[in-house]
């Protein structure tokens, strides 16, 4: 089987007993409603009911699967603004993965049993026999409904990856001017060693900073990190000048020795986590490794702009209507 659609989340229920049949249940009533809806809205236009929170080109995005996504980023709050906007995230977030996922459909990419398998033992080695599943069970979570949300978000991830890839070509005349933007390395700046993971909301962060005190394995919480968020970090750590970062971030790294972690950090990506693994003590730089790490940093911001472009692209192209019940008012936010 290949696995290319995310099986909707089912409502949290209070009987753990009866919750993995009614999970079923509920979970093949809410493919068999969204396949009659996606054909009663081809033919009759876009008129939705109360299941459905939008419509990304005709596909419908259910209720369900919202609510549960917002359940992800929990945050107590009596703020009807802050609700607002957090579903407003939410519902962006699944736009653009649906879009996505009409691309891997164009494209003909699919994910593999194979490819699926290994990523699920790669996240089960981190866990001690049972431990997985008991986390799961604490979350509300099935295990073949993360198994298929993790496949979604390998499939997100080769697509954008493919056509990142197609649209990014070295800028030489964008390379001159960004190295002219920063400022010189001198002896007395250190060279930093670092991982991350950025989820999309406080509450999500605290979540992570949390399980962080558990496992002391911030690799391990990457990997369970990227299987609700397919943007969620870099597991591969990479060298940074902080003086060249976002004062916030450059204090946040300059404040933790090697072997800790920052505390949350908020940016125009969305909270992020970051591990410090190694401090280069100030003296005389290496020409080549700045230079290096100068176009490391210049490609992934290439790489970064691509995206956004392309996913910009999508929605202008794209006909999107959202459920007007939610009273959301605006328009789903551009990407990037």
């Given at each position: 089987?290949?696995?290319?659609?995310f099986?909707?989340?089912?409502?949290?229920?209070?009987?753990?007993?009866?919750?993995?049949?009614?999970?079923?249940?509920?979970?093949?009533?809410?493919?068999?409603?969204?396949?009659?809806?996606?054909?009663?809205?081809?033919?009759?236009?876009?008129?939705?009911?109360?299941?459905?929170?939008?419509?990304?080109?005709?596909?419908?995005?259910?209720?369900?699967?919202?609510?549960?996504?917002?359940?992800?980023?929990?945050?107590?709050?009596?703020?009807?603004?802050?609700?607002?906007?957090?579903?407003?995230?939410?519902?962006?977030?699944?736009?653009?993965?649906?879009?996505?996922?009409?691309?891997?459909?164009?494209?003909?990419?699919?994910?593999?049993?194979?490819?699926?398998?290994?990523?699920?033992?790669?996240?089960?080695?981190?866990?001690?026999?049972?431990?997985?599943?008991?986390?799961?069970?604490?979350?509300?979570?099935?295990?073949?409904?993360?198994?298929?949300?993790?496949?979604?978000?390998?499939?997100?991830?080769?697509?954008?990856?493919?056509?990142?890839?197609?649209?990014?070509?070295?800028?030489?005349?964008?390379?001159?001017?960004?190295?002219?933007?920063?400022?010189?390395?001198?002896?007395?700046?250190k060279?930093?060693?670092?991982?991350?993971?950025?989820?999309?909301?406080?509450?999500?962060?605290?979540?992570?900073?949390?399980?962080?005190?558990?496992?002391?394995?911030f690799?391990?919480?990457?990997?369970?990190?990227?299987?609700?968020?397919?943007?969620?970090?870099?597991?591969?750590?990479?060298?940074?000048?902080?003086?060249?970062?976002?004062e916030?971030?450059?204090?946040?790294?300059?404040?933790?020795?090697?072997g800790?972690?920052?505390?949350?950090?908020?940016?125009?990506?969305?909270?992020?986590?970051?591990?410090?693994?190694a401090?280069?003590?100030?003296?005389?730089?290496?020409?080549?490794?700045?230079?290096?790490?100068?176009?490391?940093?210049?490609?992934?911001?290439?790489?970064?702009?691509?995206?956004?472009?392309?996913?910009?692209?999508?929605?202008?192209?794209?006909?999107?209507?959202?459920?007007?019940?939610?009273?959301l008012?605006?328009?789903?936010?551009?990407?990037?």
């Amino acid at each position: 089987m290949i696995w290319k659609r995310f099986l909707r989340k089912p409502s949290r229920k209070r009987s753990e007993a009866g919750r993995g049949l009614v999970s079923k249940v509920k979970l093949a009533g809410s493919l068999l409603v969204a396949g009659l809806m996606a054909a009663h809205f081809a033919a009759c236009g876009e008129q939705m009911g109360e299941d459905v929170a939008a419509m990304v080109n005709g596909r419908p995005i259910l209720m369900d699967e919202l609510t549960w996504l917002e359940r992800t980023w929990t945050e107590v709050s009596d703020q009807e603004a802050k609700r607002k906007a957090r579903r407003r995230l939410a519902l962006d977030q699944l736009i653009e993965e649906e879009l996505i996922l009409e691309e891997a459909d164009r494209l003909n990419l699919t994910i593999s049993e194979t490819e699926l398998d290994q990523s699920v033992k790669q996240v089960l080695a981190d866990f001690p026999e049972t431990s997985f599943q008991e986390m799961l069970l604490k979350e509300y979570i099935d295990f073949d409904h993360w198994k298929a949300r993790l496949a979604r978000n390998l499939l997100l991830r080769k697509t954008a990856e493919v056509q990142v890839r197609a649209r990014v070509s070295f800028d030489l005349r964008g390379w001159e001017e960004f190295l002219e933007a920063q400022r010189p390395v001198s002896e007395d700046q250190k060279r930093v060693k670092v991982r991350h993971i950025t989820v999309p909301t406080q509450a999500e962060a605290l979540k992570v900073r949390e399980r962080l005190k558990t496992t002391k394995d911030f690799g391990q919480v990457t990997r369970e990190v990227m299987g609700l968020h397919p943007k969620a970090g870099l597991e591969e750590p990479f060298w940074v000048y902080p003086h060249l970062l976002p004062e916030q971030m450059a204090k946040a790294i300059l404040a933790v020795k090697a072997g800790e972690t920052t505390g949350i950090v908020e940016s125009e990506f969305g909270f992020t986590i970051l591990e410090v693994l190694a401090v280069e003590e100030p003296g005389p730089p290496d020409p080549k490794a700045a230079l290096a790490d100068l176009r490391r940093v210049f490609q992934e911001r290439l790489r970064a702009e691509a995206y956004s472009r392309w996913l910009r692209q999508l929605k202008s192209e794209a006909r999107i209507v959202v459920n007007p019940a939610l009273k959301l008012d605006d328009k789903p936010k551009p990407a990037g």
